[in-house]
C-alpha cells in the first residue's frame, strides 16, 4: 500500500543533543511536509519542499534543520538549538501542482519527548 | 492575513446522535481551498473533504456534510448518527491560491457509546 512511513514512533532526547526523525514516503509525491501539533493547538508549518534538493521554511523553522536529496525522503532534524522540542511532528506529502490546494497524505507521527 | 477559528475545543455527544462541527475562517483572497481533516487516537491525519471558494454546494458523503456559506465565511460538518468510532480531533484548515494551509486549533469528539 502506498503511504507514508514515520520512524520512530517515540524518541527521547537529551539535553545538547541533535536528533533525527525519518520521513519516507512512497506515493510519488514532489511536496513534502513537516508539521509540528502541541496539545490543543493546531498544526504548524515547520520546513516544507516541493521538489528535491528544495526546501523552503515555514512558520516555526528556528531550532530545525531539513534535507531533500531523495523524492522520496524528507528527514528532520531537531538541533540542540530548538529549546522546547518537545511535542508531536508529523510529516506529510502531496501532490505539487497547485500544492497549497492538494490534500495532504499524513504518516503516523512522531512522538518526541526530553529525557 | 489567513486564519481559521474552531470555537469548539471538545464536544461529547451520545452515539446515534448528530453533531455540527463549526469552522469559521478569515481571508482576504476570492481564490482559497477549505479542507476538513480527522484525527484519530493513533496519531495521523485522513483527509475527508476539499472545497475551492467558488463552489458553495453542501456535498454529502454517507453520514458526513458540509455547509459552505461564504456569506457567513463558514465550512461547518455535520455527523449524522454518530458513533463511537467517529472520536478523534477533527480540523478545518484553509488554503490561499498557490499558498501554504493554515490549520485550525482543532475539535476533539467524544462519542459516548
Given at each position: 500500500d502506498g503511504g507514508i512511513t514515520q520512524s520512530p514512533k517515540y524518541l527521547f532526547r537529551k539535553e545538547g543533543q541533535n536528533v533525527t526523525l525519518s520521513c519516507e514516503q512512497?506515493?510519488?509525491?514532489d511536496a513534502m511536509y513537516w508539521y509540528r501539533q502541541d496539545p490543543g493547538q493546531g498544526l504548524r508549518l515547520i520546513y516544507y519542499s516541493q521538489i528535491v534538493n528544495d526546501f523552503q521554511k515555514g512558520d516555526i523553522a528556528e531550532g530545525y534543520s531539513v534535507s531533500r536529496e531523495k523524492k522520496e525522503s524528507f528527514p528532520l532534524t531537531v538541533t540542540?538549538?530548538?529549546?522546547?522540542?518537545?511535542a508531536f511532528y508529523l510529516c506529510a506529502s502531496s501532490m505539487r501542482e497547485g500544492w497549497g490546494n492538494q490534500p495532504q497524505h499524513f504518516g503516523d507521527g512522531t512522538r518526541l519527548s526530553i529525557l | 492575513a489567513q486564519k481559521v477559528t474552531q470555537a469548539q475545543t471538545e464536544i461529547s455527544v451520545v452515539e446515534k446522535e448528530d453533531v455540527t462541527l463549526d469552522c469559521v475562517y478569515e481571508t482576504r483572497d476570492t481564490t482559497y481551498y477549505l479542507f476538513w481533516y480527522k484525527q484519530p487516537p493513533s496519531g495521523e491525519l485522513v483527509f475527508l473533504i476539499r472545497r475551492n471558494s467558488f463552489d458553495e454546494q453542501n456535498e454529502i458523503s454517507g453520514r458526513y456534510s458540509w455547509n459552505f456559506q461564504k456569506s457567513t465565511s463558514s465550512f461547518n460538518f455535520t455527523i449524522t448518527?454518530?458513533?463511537?468510532?467517529?472520536?478523534a480531533v477533527y480540523f478545518c484548515a484553509l488554503s490561499e491560491a498557490g499558498d501554504k494551509v493554515i490549520f485550525g486549533p482543532g475539535t476533539s469528539l467524544s462519542v459516548i457509546p
Open positions: 512512497n506515493l510519488n509525491h540542540s538549538a530548538q529549546k522546547n522540542p518537545t | 448518527a454518530s458513533q463511537v468510532v467517529d472520536s
